[in-house]
């Protein structure tokens, strides 16, 4: 298995833009979780889905903050209207289980908002 | 107020030497504890568990100690080498105000040759 996939690895975007995050679970993977890794805040769990379905979207900061899992295979995370303050590296991770089963996690997708 | 806080300061040391991370929590009643690896521009990697049953575990060089009544955990690298030199991130769930899982502010650890 190529592991977590995480696309783009880079996105630079001006305030007010949509942003859209996709990630790719390991292929069996029931969980899958989206964080985001500031250098104030560390890495903070945002929502995390289990068969598709969402199950703990208490750490999305706001409501310009969505994020969907419309299959097995695919997720994305959605930032509309973006502000500088959304800079950030987000990740994907994926799991065969929920907590304490080990995460799997992606590359990261470094977003800069200007 | 919740907090999980790790070496305040990045850590150095001499190859071979063993290095020690320590990982303190406050107002959290775990029932595990986890610890990753980070590599700069990669995600964390998963390295060991340890549950509040378990006093130690060990994988390896890697060891980790868990003591729930002074709310701290332990890791430690054995015969440490440079490609030991990394972030390394203390994690676990929260069940106090339902089931959060939240990360540590890592420590980050450079092996000197």
């Known amino acids: 298995d190529a592991g977590v996939i995480q696309s783009p690895r880079h996105e630079v975007t001006e305030m007010g833009q949509e942003v859209t995050l996709r990630c790719k679970p390991i292929s069996g993977h029931d969980y899958l979780f989206w964080y985001r890794q500031t250098m104030m805040r560390g890495l903070e769990l945002l929502i995390y889905f289990n068969n598709n379905v969402p199950i703990d979207d208490s750490g999305m900061p706001e409501d310009r903050f969505s994020a969907k899992m419309p299959n097995a295979s695919f997720s994305t995370l959605k930032i509309q209207p973006s502000e500088p303050r959304d800079s950030a590296v987000y990740f994907c991770a994926s799991s065969f289980a929920r907590f304490p089963y080990e995460q799997y996690f992606g590359p990261g997708t470094r977003l800069t908002v200007t | 107020s919740q907090k999980i806080e790790q070496n305040s300061e990045a850590l150095n040391i001499q190859e071979g030497k063993t290095a020690t991370l320590t990982c303190n929590y406050t107002n959290y009643s775990p029932a595990y504890l986890q610890w990753y690896r980070q590599d700069p521009g990669r995600g964390p990697v998963f390295l060991l568990l340890?549950?509040?049953?378990?006093k130690e575990k060990r994988k390896e060089r890697l060891k980790v100690t868990f003591d729930t009544t002074l709310k701290q955990s332990l890791f430690h690298i054995t015969a440490s080498q440079p490609a030991d030199s990394a972030t390394y991130l203390c994690a676990l769930e929260s069940t106090n105000t339902g089931n959060q899982f939240y990360f540590g502010t890592g420590t980050s650890l450079t092996v000197i040759p």
């Open positions: 340890i549950r509040e049953n378990e």
